[in-house]
């Protein structure tokens, strides 16, 4: 048998091979490496664009890996270094077989296996989308700053040439340098140079002091084009375009975001040369904050409910028979990109005087273009702008946004500004009803009639809990911890019919229909269509600290705790249980 101190010399002495014999293939495969690299540049310096796009994507999900594996051996190599520790400790006192050290570091060595990491986890990326830009900044440099986009082939067709002059705003707060002249750029290369009058630039109060120092330099390739504004302290969205507009000396005014890509811009002026009172929206696609390719959305038009929050209606079935997706399409609502006669939008009052950082802005502006004798077409919030549009333009129908919101019908608490300079000018301009708007121009969006009452419901045996929608796909409520989210709305009508969760179905308000299945303890929620054709019960007695009864079943809904000790609500004969709703009309 070997003596101890002869294993320990086999064993240093295997162990200085190893590591020599590793330098040697790290020195071979780092030459190779760079060999290999050199020779793919110069493949890739020859690619097109499209797959240069591709193979910079690649290289780096290959960075990561080859990364994670670096950091794997290095951790495996710190591992090994304390095992040989360890063994020489052992030696010195006890008798292990060398056999079984080594096959023991063999089989840890072979379980081992590098993680497989996808590239959009990426550790080395992962805050492209959770940094101050929200983007891939590193990218955005990389790419170059003309993009071609494809066009509909019946786009490609004359346009008359008397066209208005055109400015554009541009908004931006905090944004890359390299996402601002990617958006200049774009706008200059799609827009013909005798129509582009000028390009406003309104920073509401970047923080990133670099920027403006950057864009005064940008603004010297084109004299005269670029005007820069900025505000002092923050003014808000609405109130920046409004700052662009009154510099604006262009016939027609595009209001965008900074961070956009354009296409060509005679569509637009064409339509709106025809008709100054129309407001016009681009169809607009999404940029993938990390790739940047573009992501296609489907067609629609745009709406809102009654919060009231922009959303996407389907299409017109009139608009559909055309044929034609050059034909712009009649649209209730607009978003917060769009293209107007400057005089027309000044005269109508701008955007959104009296409205605070974001939300309602646009649907205050889409009401009134519409009800003061405009028209907006679609080319293929806080509670307090909430408030202030309702009590402006949606006269006898204003109290569903207050429902909406769950706030009280008098002394709301919430100060919506003065509206007085707004609602002379609607008295000036002769402006239609909001049921004229609800008739001709938005039929989708159902009022709600016959409320008695809204807003949370609680149960006295928890009123720390409350009624909730839970899961839309589970279609059963639940019992939750109470909260000001839309998911524990509850309205009561006249007829008696609970609803649970927030307005969002503007043509088919009565989802969410709390009903009594007939069989079970679980109360669910259905589509008052769909459970009046079954002839469920849906029928429910109820008055203020009182129980909530099914007409049919006689049934009460209540709550009790499952075997979890969590509340669930349930159907069962009824006890002494009570409920409250935080507000009666």
């Known amino acids: 048998m070997m003596s101890r101190r002869n294993v320990l010399k086999i064993l240093c002495i295997g162990l200085m091979l190893a590591i020599a014999i590793t330098v040697l293939l790290v020195f071979y495969t780092k030459r190779t490496l760079q060999k290999l690299i050199l020779r793919s540049l110069q493949k890739e310096l020859h690619l097109p664009l499209s ?5 910079v994507i690649k290289r780096f999900s290959h ?9 794997e051996s290095m951790k495996l190599g710190m591992k090994q ?3 040989v520790d360890s063994t020489v400790e052992r030696v010195k006192y006890e008798e292990h077989p060398v056999q079984k050290a080594l096959e023991a570091k063999a089989s840890e060595t072979k379980e081992h296996k590098p993680k497989e990491i996808l590239f959009p986890d990426a550790q080395l990326f992962r805050q492209w989308g959770e940094g101050p830009f929200g983007y891939n900044v590193y990218l955005s440099k990389q790419l170059p700053l003309n993009r071609n986009r494809p066009r509909h082939a019946r786009f490609h067709k004359a346009y008359p040439t008397q066209l208005p002059s055109l400015g554009v705003i541009l908004i931006f707060v905090n944004e890359a340098l390299s996402i601002i002249e990617w958006a200049i750029t774009s706008i200059i290369n799609h827009t013909p140079s005798q129509l582009l009058k000028e390009i406003i630039l309104v920073d509401d109060f970047s923080s990133n002091s670099k920027c403006p120092k950057k864009i005064k330099v940008y603004n010297q390739r084109y004299p005269g084009l670029l005007k820069i504004i900025w505000h002092t302290n923050p003014k ?8 662009g507009r009154k510099v604006a000396i262009a016939d027609v005014i595009v209001i965008l975001d900074a961070h956009v890509e354009v296409n060509i811009d005679e569509p637009i002026l064409a339509w709106i040369q025809e008709d100054h009172t129309m407001i016009v929206s681009p169809v607009f696609d999404n940029i993938h904050f990390d790739t940047f390719q573009l992501e296609k959305y489907a067609l629609a038009v745009d709406g809102f409910i009654w919060e009231p929050w922009c959303c996407y209606d389907p299409l017109p079935k009139d608009w559909i028979d055309l044929h034609n997706v050059t034909a712009p399409v009649k649209s209730p609502s607009i978003m917060g990109i769009l293209a107007a006669n400057r005089i027309f939008l000044g005269v109508i009052g701008s955007l959104g005087g009296g409205m605070l950082v974001y939300g309602g802005k646009n649907v205050e502006l889409s009401l009134r273009v519409w009800q003061c ?3 907006i077409e679609i080319f293929l919030a806080l509670k307090h702008n909430a408030l202030r ?9 204003k109290y569903v946004v207050y429902v909406a919101w769950n706030i009280p019908l008098q002394n709301t608490g919430i100060d919506f500004g003065d509206i007085s300079s707004r609602m002379a000018l609607r008295k000036k301009l002769k402006c239609k009803t909001f049921d004229w708007y609800l008739k001709n121009v938005y039929p989708n969006l159902k009022p709600i009639h016959n409320i008695v009452g809204y807003g949370r419901m609680k149960n006295t045996l928890d009123e720390n809990i409350c009624l909730d929608q839970g899961l839309v796909s589970a279609n059963t409520s639940i019992m939750y911890y109470c909260h000001e989210y839309s998911t524990q709305n509850v309205y009561y009508h006249l007829t008696r019919e609970f609803y649970v969760g927030p307005l969002i179905e503007e043509a088919d308000p009565d989802d969410h229909c709390l009903t009594d299945p007939g069989n079970g303890e679980k109360p669910t929620l259905k589509p008052y269509s769909k459970v009046a054709q079954n002839r469920l019960h849906i029928y429910w007695d109820f008055k203020l600290g009182r129980a909530v009864m099914n007409k049919a079943t006689k049934r009460c809904l209540e709550m009790k705790k499952d075997t979890l000790g969590i509340y669930v609500p349930v159907l069962q004969t009824c006890t002494t249980q009570v409920w409250t709703i935080q507000y009666t009309v």
């Not at 797959?51 to 193979?55: D, M, Q, R, V």
């Not at 960075?63 to 950091?71: A, M, R, S």
């Open 373 to 375: 004798g405009g028209r």
């Open 389 to 397: 549009v309702a009590e402006i333009w949606m006269d006898e129908y």
């Open 51 to 55: 797959e240069w796009n591709k193979t």
């Open 63 to 71: 960075l990561e890996v080859d990364l994670q594996h670096l950091k």
């Open 236 to 243: 808000c969205l609405a109130q920046a375009h409004n700052t």
């Open 81 to 83: 270094q304390e095992n």
